[in-house]
Nanobody, 117 residues
Framework: QLQASGGGTVQAGGSLRLSCAAS????????MGWFRQAPGKEREFVSR????????YYANSVKGRFTISIGNPNNTVYLQMNSLKPDDTAVYYC????????????WGQGTQVTVSS
């Protein structure tokens, strides 16, 4: 199971940190990541990190503003979101997949992030 938390409402330019805690299985050799879905839009990739090795990947729209990291214990992943923009408003979902797979098989519930202008 994946449990996401940390959403909320902030003004443009503000920061939020999302957390995703994994439980119920060992997630070694997995990637964990974040996706988001704004009203009327398709779900889009935001960021992912390899749990063994820590390689990070970001969507161009968030590069330089968002940072994904592994917590302690390493079945927790954080998404630090700085310099938030109204366009970042969306429901954010955490997900997990085997590192060699393209399919995100595990999904958490969404957490709402609202950025006001």
């Amino acid at each position: 199971q994946l449990q996401a938390s940390g959403g909320g409402t902030v003004q443009a330019g503000g920061s939020l940190r999302l957390s995703c805690a994994a439980s119920g299985r060992t997630f070694s050799s997995y990637d964990m990541g974040w996706f988001r879905q704004a009203p009327g839009k398709e779900r889009e990739f935001v960021s992912r990190i390899r749990l063994d090795g820590g390689s990070q990947y970001y969507a161009n729209s968030v590069k330089g503003r968002f940072t994904i990291s592994i917590g302690n214990p390493n079945n927790t992943v954080y998404l630090q979101m700085n310099s938030l923009k109204p366009d970042d408003t969306a429901v954010y979902y955490c997900a997990a997949k085997r590192s060699f797979s393209v399919n995100w098989n595990y999904w958490g519930q969404g957490t709402q992030v609202t950025v006001s202008s």
